[in-house]
Nanobody, 126 residues
Framework: VQLQASGGGLVQAGGSLRLSCSTSGFTMDYYAIGWFRQAPGKEREGVSCISSNGGNTHYADSVKGRFSVSRDNVKNTVYLQMNSLKPEDTAVYYC????????????????????WGQGTQVTVSS
C-alpha cells in the first residue's frame, strides 16, 4: 500500500498550489481519502476529506472557501486545490486512506485512517 503526496512548494501569500495524492496497492474506490497537515510544533490536523464515491466532502473551517478536494478513481489520485494561500497554511501536508466507511462517508478523524503517505512541504511566504 502506497500513498504519495506531491505538489508542494514555496508560494507567496495569495497564490495557489495543487497537491496530488497518488495511490497504489489497494482499491482506492473503496476508501475515503483525507488531507491532513502538521506545522512545526503543532499537532496534525484535518484539512479536508472526500468520500469513496466522491459525493461528500468536508473542510476545516480555516480552509473553507479556499481549498477544494476532488478525486479521480480511474487515475487512483486525489487532488487538493489550494487557493488564496496564507502564511498560516505553511505545513507538511499528508494524505491518508480510510477504509472504514464506504459510499458517502467521510470524516477528518485521524484515528480512522488506515494508511498514510509521506508528506509534501507547503511554505507560504508573506
Amino acid at each position: 500500500v502506497q500513498l504519495q503526496a506531491s505538489g508542494g512548494g514555496l508560494v507567496q501569500a495569495g497564490g495557489s498550489l495543487r497537491l496530488s495524492c497518488s495511490t497504489s496497492g489497494f482499491t482506492m474506490d473503496y476508501y475515503a481519502i483525507g488531507w491532513f497537515r502538521q506545522a512545526p510544533g503543532k499537532e496534525r490536523e484535518g484539512v479536508s476529506c472526500i468520500s469513496s464515491n466522491g459525493g461528500n466532502t468536508h473542510y476545516a473551517d480555516s480552509v473553507k472557501g479556499r481549498f477544494s478536494v476532488s478525486r479521480d478513481n480511474v487515475k487512483n489520485t486525489v487532488y487538493l486545490q489550494m487557493n488564496s494561500l496564507k502564511p498560516e497554511d505553511t505545513a507538511v501536508y499528508y494524505c491518508a486512506a480510510n477504509g472504514g466507511g464506504r459510499g458517502s462517508y467521510a470524516a477528518m478523524k485521524l484515528e480512522e485512517y488506515d494508511f498514510w503517505g509521506q508528506g509534501t512541504q507547503v511554505t507560504v511566504s508573506s
